[in-house]
């Protein structure tokens, strides 16, 4: 758990002092990152999460619902943090409109509520014995965690903020996932085997609304762009891989 918890904390402080440390932000090279990281938790929410979900005793009307719940909740947050979750400013087109109207507060509420959920995912199954299939969707996060870190910094910059008020916003964002960890490991001992389970569900369905949102951001204008393809096939098969090694 330890381990875990600094694992996900110096992934998002190093993707987003990637950003605070240039004054540029490679677009070139971004897009493909995006690609790769949505095939990858794509497959990792199908070939682990859903199995995951469905192989539990709670009835699979329950665990649809959830997760569709999950799915809207994202769309929510994504009001308010403009698509900060799945990198959306990352992109060169990225115009910030969706942040300019709104205050610096509550974006910082609705990206760190999705962090929090994001370390909550991992509270889940024995992941701590280390087993190949577990240390998959590990791996996933902490991609995701980092790419996520390095759009925050970046729309950070669209508000009057000091450099300092940067550094202390992103260890703060850094810091929610490993909470999110902590907190759901040390409340599940209180919950009910069935609760747990439908707050995997509303996770899972964040996810899937995550992968998707960043498969169809890859290509600008909806155009068909056989790289991005690749590149996101790519990272699906690597998360299809390790599942079916383990």
Known sequence: MVILFWMLFFAALLGGLAVAMQSTIPASV??????????YLLAVTL???????????????????????????????????????????MASDAKHDTIHQHKVLPFL???????????????????????????????????????????????LRSFSLSRGSH????????????????????????????VSTLLLAIVTGNFLYIAATILFEANPGHRFNRFTFWVSLLGASLAAYIEFLG
């Open 47 to 89: 070939l682990h999460l859903l199995p995951e979900l469905f192989a539990s005793e709670i009835e699979p009307l329950h665990i649809g619902s959830y997760m569709l719940m999950g799915f809207f909740l994202q769309r929510i947050i994504e009001l308010f943090s403009g698509g900060v979750e799945h990198g959306h400013t």
């Open 167 to 194: 550094l202390l916003y992103l260890v703060l964002f850094s810091l929610a996932s490993p909470l999110g960890l902590w907190i759901s490991n040390y409340v599940k001992h209180y919950l009910s085997g069935y």
């Open 30 to 39: 971004l897009p493909f990152l995006l690609a790769f990281s949505g095939g």
């Open 109 to 155: 509420v609705c990206i760190t509520l999705h962090a929090l959920l994001d370390g909550a995912v991992l509270v889940h199954g024995h992941w701590c014995h280390y087993a190949t299939r577990q240390m998959s969707l590990v791996a996933g996060m902490l991609l995701h965690k980092a790419l996520e870190a390095f759009a925050f910094v970046g729309v």
